[in-house]
């Protein structure tokens, strides 16, 4: 059975850092893409940033030079490092793997908030 565990959310202040984990277990993490996905209530899915399995990354327009996604084969985990986080940046935070198949995390609350 597949699993992507998120860690790493919670409430931080406008300006501040939080780095996101997502640790897969049941496939091996290198021979996917892994991404990083947000949601607002209401709202879809929007991808926030992706790895390949080749290292290269690429991100949203909005979250360019503030936000880092890597990884760690070794660990099986990826990670979205966010820095000078904004209100806008409030979002469920979903961790994604894929290649042939598409797996999902279960979400991890991120709120920027004064």
């Known amino acids: 059975q597949v699993q992507l565990v998120e860690s790493g959310g919670g409430f931080v202040q406008p300006g501040g850092s939080l780095t996101l984990s997502c640790v897969a277990y049941?496939?091996?993490?290198?021979?996917?893409?892994m991404a990083w996905y947000r949601q607002v209530s209401g709202n879809q899915r929007d991808l926030v940033a992706s790895?390949?399995?080749?290292?290269?990354?690429s991100y949203h327009e909005s979250v360019k030079g503030r936000f880092t996604i890597s990884r760690d084969n070794a660990k099986n985990a990826q990670y979205l490092q966010m820095n000078s986080l904004k209100v806008e940046d409030t979002a469920v935070y979903f961790c994604?793997?894929?290649?042939?198949?598409?797996?999902w995390g279960q979400g991890t609350q991120v709120t920027v908030s004064p």
């Open positions: 790895t390949g399995t080749d290292g290269s990354t």
């Open positions: 049941g496939i091996d993490s290198s021979r996917y893409g």
């Open positions: 994604n793997a894929y290649k042939d198949d598409n797996f």
